[in-house]
């Protein structure tokens, strides 16, 4: 390191500057706003978050090339189940969009998501598989606090994290990891969606 990153750092740490601390309060928390930003569905259609106001979202990460089976195929058989779930629940269908989020723009474009649900027999009538530009899909993760790297070997590893959004883009819940169940994000869904609130 120069003199000159030296001289830099010292200043941000005498004026109580941390990167960690400054990165971890840009993170996304339980009653924070869901980002709006531009991304592209499977079927090369504009998404938003927006257009979703007044439906709940789960989301998740995930890449089409993961083989991971504990990871992006686990939280893709979760999310089948838990459509499955939310469609027998009366309180609950219409009212619950899923959203898978590829942290591998490059390689997963709209074509290759749309073959990625079809390969698996995925109903993505109220479940987008969604890219976007590089940038803004490495800012969302982020902000989910969710690790991307590519590795030597061009293979990615990553972290894990699976949301909950309220029907007024506020996040109700975070999960990390893979230990979350269907029934747990019901119950979390119950408590998001009033059964006095139904939708227009």
Same mark, same amino acid.
């Given at each position: 390191?120069?003199?000159?990153?030296?001289?830099?750092?010292?200043?941000?740490?005498?004026?109580?500057?941390?990167?960690?601390?400054?990165?971890?309060?840009?993170?996304?928390?339980?009653?924070?706003?869901?980002?709006?930003?531009?991304?592209?569905?499977?079927?090369?259609?504009?998404? /938003?978050? &927006?257009?979703?106001?007044?439906?709940? #979202?789960? !989301?998740?990460? +995930?890449?089409?090339?993961? %083989?991971?089976? @504990?990871?992006?195929?686990?939280?893709?058989?979760?999310?089948?189940?838990?459509?499955?779930?939310? /469609?027998? &629940?009366?309180?609950?269908?219409?009212? #619950?969009? !899923?959203?898978? +989020?590829?942290?591998?723009? %490059?390689?997963? @474009?709209?074509?290759?998501?749309?073959?990625?649900?079809?390969?698996?027999?995925?109903?993505?009538?109220?479940?987008?598989?969604?890219?976007?530009?590089?940038?803004?899909?490495?800012?969302?993760?982020?902000?989910?606090?969710?690790?991307?790297?590519?590795?030597?070997?061009?293979?990615?590893?990553?972290?894990?994290?699976?949301?909950?959004?309220?029907?007024?883009?506020?996040?109700?819940?975070?999960?990390?990891?893979?230990?979350?169940?269907?029934?747990?994000?019901?119950?979390?869904?119950?408590?998001?969606?009033?059964?006095?609130?139904?939708?227009?």
């Amino acid at each position: 390191m120069n003199r000159l990153r030296l001289g830099i750092l010292g200043i941000t740490l005498a004026l109580g500057f941390c990167p960690a601390r400054a990165a971890e309060s840009l993170a996304l928390k339980e009653g924070s706003q869901v980002p709006l930003v531009a991304l592209e569905d499977q079927n090369g259609k504009a998404f /938003r978050f &927006d257009a979703l106001k007044g439906r709940a #979202v789960v !989301l998740t990460f +995930i890449f089409s090339r993961c %083989a991971v089976p @504990t990871f992006c195929p686990a939280m893709s058989a979760n999310f089948r189940a838990l459509q499955e779930e939310i /469609r027998k &629940d009366k309180a609950l269908t219409g009212r #619950v969009h !899923l959203v898978s +989020i590829s942290i591998d723009p %490059a390689f997963d @474009t709209p074509e290759v998501l749309n073959r990625y649900a079809k390969h698996l027999a995925l109903d993505t009538s109220d479940w987008s598989f969604v890219t976007g530009e590089k940038k803004t899909v490495a800012g969302l993760a982020a902000a989910f606090s969710v690790f991307v790297d590519t590795t030597a070997e061009g293979t990615i590893d990553h972290t894990l994290t699976t949301a909950l959004v309220g029907p007024d883009g506020k996040i109700r819940k975070l999960w990390r990891g893979n230990r979350w169940t269907p029934g747990e994000v019901v119950r979390e869904l119950h408590s998001t969606l009033p059964a006095d609130k139904q939708p227009n």
